[in-house]
C-alpha cells in the first residue's frame, strides 16, 4: 500500500477549531518526511468541486502551529452534498493525481467523506477537529481544550464583576447538542449549576439549588448554559428565574464564538500533531474510512461510521464532583 500513496491531499471543513492549522502542519511535514507529495486543499469540500488546490511543502506550514483558526479556510459545501457536486470534487481530485485524502473537521464532515470514499472508491482518513468533543474514539477532539480554558478564562472575569456587585450570571457556552465544554467549564469556573442538553435538569431543581446558594451567602453565582439546553438559550432561563427569584440581579453573557478562536493550548497542539502524523501513517499502512483518535494516551483508528453514530456520553463522576463543589 505504502507504493500507492504518493499523493495526499488534506483539507479542513465545518466549524473551525484551534489546532486545526497544528494538524494541517503535521500532515504536510509528514508527508514529506515519508517523501510524498501533499496538496491543500482551500475552503474545505467546495475548494475539490472549484479546483482551488496547491502543492504545499515543509515552508508552507511555517509559524501556523500557534495560530487559530485554519489557513486553509473553511466553508460549508451544500452542493458537495449533491452526486453532481461530489463528482465534481472527484474530477479535481483525479486531475490532481491525488491517491488519498485527510479531512480534518467534526460529524458533518466526516459524513461527507466517507460518503466520497464509497463513491469513488479514495482512501480517507478522518482528524477530528471540532471543540464539542462529540466524537467518539477518542478521549479529546482537537479545539476542546483550548475552548474549554477560553470559557473558564472568561468566566473568571464574570466572576470578578459578580462577586463586586452581588450578581447571578448566566454564561452561555457552545455546545447545540453536547454539554461537553459547559461541564469542564462548570468544574474549573467554580459554577453554582450547569444545564446540558444531555440531562433534563428542571427549572424547579435549579431554582433550588440558587435558593441553596443564597441560603448559603455564596459571594457570587454563575450559571452555564449550554447553547442547546432543553429549557431554552441563557437569556429566556434567566427571565424564567428572575420571575421565581426576584430578589436577585440577574445578568447574561454569551460567549458564542469567542470560544472558536484563539491560540491553541499545549495539549491541543500535541494531540494535533500525533493526529496528523498518524493519518499520514494510517493511510500508508492502507487504513481507509477510519478516523484518528487518541484514547488512554494511545493513537486508535475508528471506523467513520461508529464515530459519527456512536453517541459519547459525559463522564457521570464528573457530574458528581460538580455537584459536590456547587454548594
Request: proline share 2%; with cysteine; net charge neutral.
Amino acid at each position: 500500500m505504502a507504493e500507492q500513496i504518493k499523493k495526499i491531499g488534506v483539507l479542513t471543513s465545518g466549524g473551525d477549531a484551534p489546532g486545526m492549522n497544528a494538524a494541517v502542519r503535521a500532515v504536510v511535514r509528514a508527508c514529506i518526511f515519508y517523501d510524498i507529495d501533499v496538496f491543500g486543499i482551500y475552503k474545505g469540500y467546495d475548494g475539490l468541486i472549484r479546483d482551488t488546490v496547491e502543492q504545499l511543502y515543509v515552508r508552507s506550514v511555517s509559524n501556523i502551529l500557534s495560530r487559530g483558526g485554519t489557513v486553509l479556510l473553511s466553508a460549508r459545501s451544500d452542493e458537495f452534498r449533491t452526486p453532481e457536486g461530489r463528482k465534481k470534487a472527484f474530477n479535481t481530485f483525479r486531475k490532481h493525481g491525488l491517491d488519498a485524502l485527510v479531512v480534518i473537521g467534526g460529524d458533518g464532515s466526516f459524513t461527507g467523506a466517507s460518503i466520497f470514499s464509497e463513491e469513488f472508491d479514495v482512501p480517507v482518513i478522518g482528524i477530528p477537529g471540532t471543540i464539542d468533543n462529540d466524537l467518539a474514539g477518542t478521549d479529546f477532539t482537537i479545539g476542546f481544550d483550548t475552548a474549554c480554558n477560553t470559557a473558564r478564562e472568561a468566566i473568571d472575569k464574570i466572576r470578578d464583576t459578580a462577586s463586586s456587585h452581588d450578581r447571578l450570571f448566566f454564561v452561555e457556552v457552545m455546545g447545540r447538542d453536547a454539554g461537553f465544554i459547559a461541564l469542564n467549564a462548570a468544574i474549573g469556573g467554580g459554577a453554582v449549576a450547569m444545564i446540558v442538553p444531555e440531562h433534563n435538569w428542571s427549572l424547579e431543581g435549579l431554582i433550588k439549588r440558587l435558593r441553596k446558594g443564597a441560603a448559603n451567602q455564596k459571594a457570587s453565582n454563575v450559571v452555564i448554559v449550554a447553547e442547546g439546553c432543553h429549557l431554552g438559550n441563557a437569556y429566556a432561563i434567566a427571565e424564567q428565574v428572575k420571575d421565581k427569584l426576584d430578589y436577585f440581579d440577574i445578568r447574561v453573557s454569551v460567549l458564542g464564538h469567542l470560544q472558536r478562536g484563539g491560540s491553541p493550548t499545549t495539549l491541543d497542539r500535541v494531540l494535533a500533531s500525533r493526529m496528523g502524523v498518524a493519518a499520514v501513517e494510517g493511510l500508508i499502512n492502507g487504513e481507509s474510512k477510519v478516523m484518528v483518535g487518541v484514547m488512554n494516551n494511545q493513537v486508535i483508528y475508528t471506523p467513520i461510521h461508529e464515530a459519527i453514530k456512536t453517541v459519547k456520553k459525559l463522564d457521570d463522576e464528573e457530574f458528581r464532583i460538580a455537584k459536590i463543589l456547587s454548594i
